[in-house]
């Protein structure tokens, strides 16, 4: 068993596309948590201030999402003109329900 020393950040990828209409596609893999949430954070580009257009989120292949995560999401939503996201898993939608954040982070049906 590893103890906690020998245990890295968590691995987690993201892709951003756009679509034809300059909605923002923000694709999340992996696991997502305090350990790399910055470095994604980084990777979108997310500056104080910055405005985004439409995103779309799509959680497809998140394994795993801790409060910083969520705090991520709602940061995106909080700069975006209109957030969803896609391809949410029962675990994570109910994540987002017990939160109370799921008013302000929508899923696409």
Do not use: C, H
Not at 13 to 24: E, I, K, M, Y
């Amino acid at each position: 068993m590893a103890t906690i020393d020998e245990v890295g950040p968590a691995k987690a990828n993201v892709d951003v596309s756009r679509n034809a209409n300059g909605t923002v596609i923000v694709a999340l893999s992996g696991e997502l948590d305090i350990s790399n949430v910055e470095l994604i954070r980084e990777q979108l580009g997310l500056g104080i201030g910055q405005t985004l257009p439409a995103v779309v989120v799509d959680v497809a292949e998140l394994s795993f999402m801790d409060s910083s995560g969520i705090a991520l999401l709602v940061q995106i939503a909080g700069q975006a003109g209109q957030i969803t996201l896609r391809n949410v898993s029962p675990l994570i939608q109910r994540v987002l329900t017990a939160t109370g954040v799921n008013e302000i982070l929508p899923a696409a049906p």
